[in-house]
Protein backbone atom coordinates (compact mmCIF):
# COMPACT_ATOMS: atom_id res chain seq x y z
CA UNK A 1 0.00 0.00 0.00
CA UNK A 2 1.14 3.20 -0.69
CA UNK A 3 -0.31 7.36 -0.50
CA UNK A 4 -0.38 9.39 -3.74
CA UNK A 5 -1.25 12.57 -4.07
CA UNK A 6 -2.99 14.28 -7.14
CA UNK A 7 -4.38 17.42 -8.39
CA UNK A 8 -7.80 17.25 -9.79
CA UNK A 9 -9.27 19.54 -12.48
CA UNK A 10 -10.13 22.54 -10.19
CA UNK A 11 -6.53 22.59 -8.96
CA UNK A 12 -7.02 21.05 -5.94
CA UNK A 13 -4.85 18.04 -4.46
CA UNK A 14 -6.27 14.89 -3.11
CA UNK A 15 -4.47 12.55 -0.99
CA UNK A 16 -5.32 9.02 -0.87
CA UNK A 17 -4.28 5.55 0.06
CA UNK A 18 -3.82 3.49 -3.24
CA UNK A 19 -2.99 -0.70 -3.39
CA UNK A 20 -0.76 -2.65 -6.23
CA UNK A 21 -1.10 -6.08 -7.76
CA UNK A 22 -5.12 -5.51 -8.15
CA UNK A 23 -6.37 -6.31 -11.41
CA UNK A 24 -10.26 -5.82 -12.33
CA UNK A 25 -12.07 -7.92 -15.17
CA UNK A 26 -11.92 -4.84 -18.04
CA UNK A 27 -14.49 -7.10 -20.15
CA UNK A 28 -17.67 -7.08 -17.42
CA UNK A 29 -16.86 -3.56 -17.00
CA UNK A 30 -17.07 -2.64 -20.79
CA UNK A 31 -13.74 -0.69 -20.13
CA UNK A 32 -11.60 -0.67 -23.20
CA UNK A 33 -7.80 -0.63 -22.03
CA UNK A 34 -5.54 0.80 -24.68
CA UNK A 35 -1.86 -0.66 -23.87
CA UNK A 36 -0.22 2.02 -25.72
CA UNK A 37 -1.41 4.59 -23.91
CA UNK A 38 1.38 5.21 -21.29
CA UNK A 39 0.16 8.59 -19.98
CA UNK A 40 -2.19 7.22 -17.49
CA UNK A 41 -2.24 5.50 -14.19
CA UNK A 42 -4.49 3.11 -13.09
CA UNK A 43 -4.96 2.83 -8.84
CA UNK A 44 -7.00 1.06 -6.17
CA UNK A 45 -8.54 3.68 -3.77
CA UNK A 46 -8.89 2.16 -0.29
CA UNK A 47 -11.32 4.46 0.39
CA UNK A 48 -14.00 4.57 -2.38
CA UNK A 49 -13.18 0.89 -2.90
CA UNK A 50 -12.94 1.64 -6.67
CA UNK A 51 -10.73 1.76 -9.08
CA UNK A 52 -8.99 5.13 -10.46
CA UNK A 53 -7.58 5.80 -13.55
CA UNK A 54 -5.69 9.58 -13.79
CA UNK A 55 -3.42 10.95 -16.06
CA UNK A 56 0.49 10.28 -14.87
CA UNK A 57 1.20 14.24 -15.22
CA UNK A 58 -1.81 15.29 -12.52
CA UNK A 59 0.58 13.53 -9.95
CA UNK A 60 2.68 15.53 -7.03
CA UNK A 61 4.23 12.55 -5.40
CA UNK A 62 4.06 8.84 -4.04
CA UNK A 63 4.60 8.22 -0.68
CA UNK A 64 5.64 4.73 0.18
CA UNK A 65 7.71 3.88 3.40
CA UNK A 66 7.50 7.34 4.67
CA UNK A 67 9.60 8.48 1.62
CA UNK A 68 7.91 10.65 -0.93
CA UNK A 69 8.74 10.19 -4.85
CA UNK A 70 8.10 13.02 -6.27
CA UNK A 71 6.71 13.28 -10.29
CA UNK A 72 9.02 15.53 -12.46
CA UNK A 73 7.50 16.78 -16.13
CA UNK A 74 9.99 16.25 -18.88
Known amino acids: MF???YEKNEGERKHILCRL????DK???KHNYDPTDYNS???F??????FIEMSISDVIFIRYNDIR????PN
Open 21 to 24: GLTE
Open 27 to 29: ILL
Open 3 to 5: FLQ
Open 45 to 50: DSSLQA
Open 69 to 72: YFVL
Open 41 to 43: LEV
